[in-house]
């Protein structure tokens, strides 16, 4: 099946052109990310290309009044 350009779709994950018509597989195949900006799927990335706003490993923790606790 030839998609026409216009309407095609590149999954940033796992890089499969999707139809933008076509809701039911846009829906089952992923979601659109409003914070990348981006069509992505459950599958394996294929680019490490994440923005990190969460800290992983992250020891301090901020209280109600902006003071920073060290919980090490
Ligand atoms: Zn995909």
Same mark, same amino acid.
């Given at each position: 099946?030839?998609?026409?350009?216009?309407?095609?779709?590149? +999954?940033?994950? +796992?890089?499969?052109?999707?139809?933008? !018509?076509?809701?039911?597989?846009?829906?089952?195949?992923?979601?659109?990310? !409003?914070?990348?900006? !981006?069509?992505? +799927?459950?599958?394996?990335? !294929?680019?490490?290309?994440?923005?990190?706003?969460?800290?992983?490993?992250?020891?301090?923790?901020?209280?109600?009044?902006?003071?920073?606790?060290?919980?090490?």
């Amino acid at each position: 099946m030839m998609i026409p350009a216009e309407h095609q779709l590149e +999954c940033r994950t +796992c890089g499969q052109i999707l139809d933008m !018509r076509d809701l039911g597989q846009m829906l089952s195949h992923g979601q659109w990310n !409003r914070e990348t900006q !981006r069509y992505e +799927c459950q599958d394996e990335p !294929r680019d490490v290309e994440y923005t990190s706003s969460r800290k992983v490993g992250d020891p301090i923790e901020w209280t109600k009044d902006k003071t920073p606790i060290n919980l090490n």
